[in-house]
Structure formats: C-alpha cells, structure tokens
C-alpha cells in the first residue's frame, strides 16, 4: 500500500499563484500520476495528468495556468498553479494509478478569493 500526501493548499487571491506537492511513500515509478479536484455537491473532475513516460494531458479550464510535473527520485508529483481564479476553489487529490492499482491522497484545499 502506498500513502499519497499532498501540501501546498491554502488561500490566495485571484491572480496568485500556489503549488501543490504529492509525496509517496513508495516508488512512483513506471506509474501514472494526476490531479483532481473536487467541489460540494459535484463529481471530482481531472486538472491535470502525467504518464509514466512523461506525456501530460490537461483539462481546458486550466490550460496555460497549470503544469503538472514529477520527480521520480523524490516520489513526488507536483502541480504549479499560476493565475489562479475563485473557481479554482476545490478540495485538490493526488492520483497514482497503473492498471488495476489506484491509490488516492486525501486531499488539500485550495481557496481562491476574488
């Protein structure tokens, strides 16, 4: 079993920036890795994804503000979040997943303020 940790939550103002950190107690190689966020009252939706090999994949609300990136030697996944808006606000989850292994962190909350 392998614990997901994210940090780097917290509140901003619109335009800021925040970037949040995964680490994982085990190796995350050969794994693919994402983000998602979550709202009261709706689905957790994707921001943003990175393969094993590197590809990544973004949702269009965050195209050109966000960059997802990791660190294989370090096990974390990080994702840096630049202009930020208040619809940004969600509660952010770390995903590690490669076939049928899928491990969730439990989540930071980002506020942003208008």
Do not use: H
């Amino acid at each position: 079993q392998v614990q997901l940790v994210e940090s780097g939550g917290g509140a901003v103002q619109a335009g800021g920036s925040l970037r949040l950190s995964c680490a994982a107690s085990g190796s995350i190689f050969g794994m693919n890795t994402g983000w998602y966020r979550q709202t009261p009252g709706k689905q957790r939706e994707l921001v943003a994804d990175i393969t094993s090999g590197g590809s990544t994949n973004y949702a269009d609300s965050v195209k050109g503000r966000f960059t997802i990136s990791r660190d294989n030697a370090k096990n974390t996944v990080y994702l840096q979040m630049n202009s930020l808006k208040p619809e940004d606000t969600a509660v952010y989850y770390c995903r590690l997943y490669i076939k049928w292994i899928d491990y969730w962190g439990q989540g930071t909350q980002v506020t942003v303020s208008s």
